[in-house]
């Protein structure tokens, strides 16, 4: 059984940091891509940012260009998602998910989910 778990997530002010990591379990981690959604309250889950199989390629949604690093260390099965310069409008919940597509945006390309971790930026 595939599962992925987020940690991390918490309570920062307004141009503060954090970092979330996604462990998983259960599958071939290396194999896949990998990457982050976010849901705030009433709101789509919206694309964060992927990450290739082997890690060499990346992409952002725009308004996190800049701010977020997504890394992944395959010998750990675990992936990672820096974020600095926080801003109110990136409260949510956010998810870790893996896809058999090459780092998609669209969440319908990913089959496995976390469960999700709060971050709240506070203004």
């Known amino acids: 059984q595939v599962q992925l778990v987020e940690s991390g997530g918490g309570l920062v002010q307004a141009g503060g940091s954090l970092s979330l990591s996604c462990e998983t379990s259960?599958?071939?981690?290396?194999?896949?891509?990998m990457g982050w959604f976010r849901q705030a309250p009433g709101k789509e889950r919206d694309f964060v940012a992927c990450?290739?199989?082997?890690?060499?390629?990346?992409r952002y949604t725009d308004s996190v260009k800049g701010r977020f690093t997504i890394s992944r260390d395959n010998a750990k099965n675990a992936m990672h998602l820096q974020m600095n310069s926080l801003k109110p409008e990136d409260t949510a919940v956010y998810y870790c998910?893996?896809?058999?597509?090459?780092?998609?945006?669209?969440?319908?390309?990913?089959?496995?989910w976390g469960q999700g971790t709060q971050v709240t930026v506070s203004a």
């Open positions: 998910a893996t896809s058999s597509h090459f780092c998609s945006s669209d969440y319908e390309d990913y089959n496995y």
């Open positions: 259960g599958r071939t981690f290396s194999g896949y891509s």
């Open positions: 990450i290739n199989s082997s890690g060499a390629y990346s």
